[in-house]
C-alpha cells in the first residue's frame, strides 16, 4: 500500500497494490494489520456505508461531536469525486484548515478521515458511488 500524508495532521491518502491483468484486476481494499500499522494506533469501525449521487450534488460537510464523533475511510467505487475535509479540532495545529482531493475510481485511493474533521464531496463524474467505513454509529443528534 502507498501511504501519502496530507497538510491536515492525521489526514492519509492510501492507495493499495493493484494486480491486474486482461481479465481485470484484484486487490485488497482492506487488511485491518495494516491499516493499523499506517495510521499508527488500532481502529474499530463499527458500520459501512454507501452513497451515490449524480454529477454536481455536494454532500457535507458531516461532523458528529464527541463522545460520537467518527472517523471515517472513504473510497471511491464508481466515478469521481472532489473530496474535502475541514480540521475541527480545536487543539490541532491545522484547526480550521481545509484539505480537498480528486479521488477517483480508477485510481484505487482512498482518504482516511481522523475523528475531529468535517467530510463532504463534490460529484463531478456523470454519477459517483461512494464506500465509507465509520468509527463510530451515525447519530442525529
Known amino acids: 500500500m502507498h501511504v501519502a500524508t496530507t497538510p491536515l495532521d492525521g489526514v492519509l491518502l492510501l492507495t493499495p497494490r493493484v494486480f491486474g491483468d ?7 481494499a482492506w487488511n485491518q ?3 493499523d500499522e499506517v495510521v499508527g494506533e488500532r481502529v474499530t469501525f463499527v458500520q459501512d456505508n ?15 461531536l464527541p463522545p460520537a464523533a ?4 472513504v473510497s ?3 466515478g469521481s469525486i472532489y473530496d474535502v475535509v475541514l480540521d475541527l479540532r480545536p487543539d490541532a495545529k491545522t484547526f480550521g484548515q481545509p484539505y480537498g482531493v480528486e479521488l477517483r475510481a480508477e485510481d484505487h485511493t482512498m482518504i482516511w478521515v ?22 463510530d454509529y451515525y447519530s442525529p443528534q
Do not use: D
Open 22 to 28: 486482461e481479465r481485470g484486476y484484484f486487490l485488497e
Open 70 to 73: 467518527q472517523g471515517k475511510l
Open 50 to 64: 454507501r452513497s451515490r449521487s449524480a454529477r454536481g450534488v455536494l454532500r457535507g460537510l458531516h461532523y458528529q
Open 76 to 78: 471511491v467505487l464508481e
Open 114 to 135: 481522523p475523528p475531529g474533521l468535517a467530510h463532504g464531496f463534490l460529484v463531478t463524474s456523470p454519477s459517483a458511488t461512494i464506500a465509507y467505513k465509520t468509527t
Open 33 to 35: 494489520r495494516s491499516f
